[in-house]
């Protein structure tokens, strides 16, 4: 239940609307606050900038965004609709799933127009573009490059990228890396501009471990921050959220933790809970994700605890979507303990995932969530599963951590990347360094590679959606997914349930609030992003299908707070 009543006798800090949490759905939030005339606070636990954003792609999932429309290609409100309806299904109430579609458009028009938010229109289809209502380019945005100098000092304490995002230096936009991998046209003028930018940064690569062209992730919260210091907003690092303070039954502020010291937090208007899911929780796992109950697994800061959600439970609000995360495929490198999700590779033909039965039980292309969720549902058989590949497939393609080379070259990889890996100069061998059967090791590859001489995989479909031939190869066949593996030796890399975040929270309304059991909302609390029960159901419906909506709400929230609105929004 909730409490009554908690005076507060005094306050460290007063502000209008208080802020929990430093990426994307939180800088936004204080953005649109400021705008509409309101005091802002964001505070974050952590010692850097950006949260799970500033590790991501960065893209934001927004259809009829306004990039598609000046590029002349076609999206209505309509078949965005029918699209979540065939995703997201009913696991979210349709009024707010066009509450979504409604004002995300009308926020990307107005960063545009008013702060150094930038998109650009981004390659990537929707993950489901088969089905009606989808579309093949341009709802995912990409975040407009830009230089690290802009950020002047905010600079040091921006959290960088996952390392495996940044190639000997060179930071790559969605586009970019799409053209790189699968030698798409001007593929060798990219990598030639992106080595000359490379040397020319050369001095700044000597202070500082960010690439000076920032993507990505990096790109994105490096632009929330330029609008956010334009603003004169304060953020304050190393202060964690301890506890929610309510007065007749409205949240009037927290309690932290600030560098050590306890301190008080009034927020007038109320307080938006933007502070990630409980990845990185353990006894959260345990009681809510048991299909992938290991921290190590997960991509995110190990700041991700689930503070903000508990703090919104011991105030009675209701939780939804806790079984669920954004899943992914993950490595983990042995020696550097470093977990890394597997985006990009499984497309590539010459590869599969086999369980411990040496079986294929997915189909390997499909987006990194439905494989993700795949492994985790397989239990223990799949708990590691291998991602299997020749000695052709090692030669062409990205693997993990791996870049493309010949084989002989793995005498020099380094001890994470000698231990990850497993090799054999047969299908045989390869089976007993992994402990699988080597007979079904060997007809489960053999099949596969009947179906890629055909270009047709029966089992699994295999490259029948745009999204699945997004990252492949288009010169190997009728499937650019498919190619036999037939060259020795053959590789093993052991993958588990990882996750590039958690889905469940605290349940909100159209408005970011967040609503009791009964749905009635409880009055100055408002929650987005990992932090809220996703809008997007158990679905991932494209890329950026987390962030657009943590932004969106996160710009709801403010407005909601301070009771007024942007034009655009109803």
């Known amino acids: 239940m909730m409490e009554k009543t908690n005076p507060v006798a005094q306050w460290d800090y007063t502000t209008d609307l208080l802020i929990i949490g430093s990426g994307a759905g939180g800088l936004t939030s204080a953005i649109i606050a400021k705008d509409l005339g309101a005091d802002v606070l964001v505070i974050d636990k952590s010692d850097l900038y950006g949260g799970t954003t500033a590790m991501s792609g960065g893209n934001v999932w927004i259809p009829c965004n306004p990039q598609m429309e000046a590029l002349g290609y076609s999206d209505t409100q309509q078949e965005a609709m029918t699209y979540l309806k065939h995703t997201v299904g009913k696991d979210v109430p349709e009024d707010k799933l066009r509450c979504y579609l409604q004002s995300g458009p009308a926020l990307i028009r107005y960063l545009q127009k008013t702060t150094p938010i930038q998109f650009a229109a981004g390659p990537l289809p929707d993950y489901y573009s088969s089905l009606p209502g989808g579309k093949a380019r341009y709802r995912a945005l990409d975040p407009v490059p830009i230089s690290a100098r802009a950020l002047g000092d905010l600079i040091q304490k921006l959290r960088p990228p996952h ?12 586009a970019e890396i799409a053209t790189v991998l699968t030698r798409g046209k001007g593929w060798l003028m990219t990598v030639g501009l992106l080595a000359a930018r490379q040397f020319l940064d050369f001095p700044w690569r000597l202070k500082s471990k960010l690439p000076r062209r920032l ?18 907003i304060p953020i304050r690092l190393e202060t964690s959220l301890s506890s929610l303070l309510s007065q007749d039954g409205r949240v009037v502020g927290i309690t932290a933790v600030c560098k050590g010291k306890p301190i008080r937090i009034q927020a007038r208007q109320g307080v938006v809970i933007a502070a990630g899911g409980f990845s990185h929780n353990a006894a959260m796992r345990t009681e809510f994700l048991p299909r992938s109950p290991d921290t190590r697994w997960s ?50 033909p010459g590869s599969l995932i086999v369980n411990k039965q040496g079986e294929r039980f997915v189909n390997e292309a499909a987006n990194y969530d439905e494989v993700g969720r795949a492994i985790a549902n397989a239990g ?18 990205l693997a993990g951590p791996l870049l493309p080379m010949p084989s002989f070259m793995d005498l020099f990889l380094n001890k994470d990347r000698k231990q990850l890996m497993l090799k054999a100069s047969s299908l ?30 029966l089992d699994f479909h295999r490259g029948e959606d745009a999204y699945e031939r997004h990252y492949s190869d288009p010169a190997v066949g009728p499937n650019s997914t498919l190619a036999p593996l037939t060259s020795p030796p053959y590789y093993a890399m052991p993958i588990y349930p990882g996750d590039i975040g958690t889905r469940g929270g605290l349940v909100t309304d159209r408005d970011a609030r967040v609503l009791m059991p009964d749905g009635v909302p409880i009055p100055g609390l408002f929650a987005v992003g990992n932090s809220s029960a996703s809008v997007m159901g ?22 909601s707070a301070t009771g007024k609105s942007l034009p655009g929004f109803d």
Do not use: H
């Not at 390392?163 to 969605?174: H, Q």
């Not at 919260?221 to 004169?232: E, G, N, Y």
């Open 299 to 348: 991509v995110t800061p190990t700041e991700d605890t689930g503070d903000g959600i508990q703090a919104g439970r011991a105030l009675g609000a209701d939780i939804s979507l806790m079984e669920e995360a954004w899943w992914s495929p993950a490595f983990q490198l042995p020696v550097s303990k470093l977990a890394c999700a597997m985006f990009m590779d499984r497309s590539f």
């Open 428 to 457: 045989a061998g390869l089976a007993t360094k992994l402990g699988l059967p080597a007979r079904a090791l060997e007809d489960t590859v053999s099949r596969y590679n009947q179906f890629s001489e055909k270009g047709l995989d």
């Open 163 to 174: 390392p495996l995002t940044i190639v000997a230096g060179v930071s790559f936009t969605t």
């Open 538 to 559: 158990r679905s991932y419906p494209g890329g950026g299908a987390t962030i657009g909506p943590a932004m969106v709400f996160g710009a709801r929230a403010a407005m």
């Open 380 to 397: 223990s058989i799949a708990n590691p599963g291998y991602y299997i590949f020749d000695s052709r497939y090692r030669r062409r393609y």
């Open 215 to 232: 993507t990505l992730g990096s790109a994105l919260i490096a632009r929330c921050l330029l609008a956010v210091k334009k603003r004169s």
